[in-house]
Every structure is written in C-alpha cells, then in structure tokens.
C-alpha cells in the first residue's frame, strides 16, 4: 500500500454532502448527510434514481433537523443505513431491500445509549460514520472528534445474549490534529478505513479540513497495520470496493463538500497490494 493513485471517476449532478457510498451490480448506492434519500446511480446510463427513505424525503435539511445518515453497508440483498447518533433525531437506521425495494425504519435510541455507555462517551459524542456487516456481528465505526477524542469500533452481535464490545483505536495526526473514522469497508480479512483530521472537537460543528487517509486494521486483533496520507484537503466520507485484481485494489471514495450544492464528485484510489 506504499503506492497510491487518487483521479476523479465521475460527478453526480443531483447529490450534496455525500457521506456513504456502496458499489453493487455497476450501481453505485451514496447517501447523504443531509438529505432523507438514498441515490442509486447506474454508472453504465448515467442515470441517477432518488429512493425516499422517509415520508415527505426532503433535501438540504436544515442541521438541527436531519437524519445524519453517515454509513451504509450491505448483507445478503439488504442494505443497512445508519444515522451518526450525535443528537436525538439521528438515531434512526434503514433497512432498504433490494429485491422489493421497499424500506423498513427502526429506532437506535436504546442501542445507542448502550453504546455510549459502554464506551463511557457523552451525551453528544457518539457519532457512527461507518458501519460492515461481517458474519452474525455489526462493527460500528465510532469517529472520536469529540471532546475525549474517543475512536473505535462497537461489535454488535445479533445475538442479543452476547455482549456489545467496543475496542478503541489510535490513529494518526494529520498537521498535529488526530484523524477519525469517517467510513471502513471489509476486503477479504482486512478492514480498509477512511479517517480525516477536522479541526473541531464538536460531533455537531464543521471545522477545517486538513486532509484524509486510508488505512488497513488487522480485523482480529483491530491493530492498524498500515496508513497512508491521500489527500491534504478533502474530506473522504465514503469507500466502497470497486475492483481488484492480484496486484492492485481500486476503490470508490465520495466527499461530503459540507455545502448545499447538489454536486457529488466520486474518486477513484488506486492501491497497490
């Protein structure tokens, strides 16, 4: 992973603050933090298709009030979207079921006070950026740029008899300012992460972006393996694999641009093995 290659792949006119992104039979799936639609972009039509997530979807929506959807991930023909948990109103997760394309809504609220809890953050420091389904457990990526700086992941067994586990994680500086968790993506037995160094201890406020990473975790022992500086000024919220080959793996990545500009452009990072 000593060698990168970072290029636009395309733009998306129609997607603002893109925070997710999932790559499934030459779609790509992006979701966005302050919208309550999930996109499915057909790469081969150029075609791009809102799916409502909610009643009465809407874009744009004012801070105070929106879902925060940061992470989606895929099981089986399910997607799981979940909502960062930094407030009360962004505790939701969506399930969207490919095959009926319908949509089913649950409640977090419980969940996520567990989560706090157990790893003895407040009240508006959780704030889940990304998520992988793996086997019968979620991993949820914790972004740790609150006040305790606290990154790591939450293991979440579905069988409910189990505990919850939370492992924390250490993670470089970027120009002195730690970076967190803004997305992870499972790739045969490792998980590839995103992290970005923002200069703000708030779950809830933007500070300036110093630039983004890419990282390998050891998805046993969670011990970050390897990290290399992408970029020095974007702010990459989302992976997802896109192709691999025996030497290389290329992903997609999107950027949250933290405006109202209905613009998303997708990146291409090219890793060598």
Known sequence: MEKFQLQIFLNIIGIGSASG????????????????????????????????????????????????????????????IFGSGSTNNRNQMMTFYLETQKTKNRDLSELYTQLRTLANLKEDELNIEGSISIEKAMYLFQRGNGSQSKNGIFVVENDKTQPIKFHPISLPKIKNVETTFTDAIKVQDKIYFLASAEDTNSTYLDGEVLGSLVGVLNLETFEVEKTIIISDKHKFEGITLYKESETELNFLLCEDNDTEVLEATIYKLTLTK
Do not use: C, M, Q
């Open 21 to 80: 992104i999932l790559f499934h039979n030459n779609s790509l799936f992006i979701i966005s933090d302050n919208s309550s639609y999930l996109y499915e972009y057909a790469i081969d039509t150029e075609e791009l298709h809102k799916i409502a997530l909610v009643e009465n979807p809407k874009e744009n929506i004012a801070k105070k009030e929106k879902y925060d959807f940061e992470s989606i991930t895929k099981n089986g023909n399910k997607l799981y």
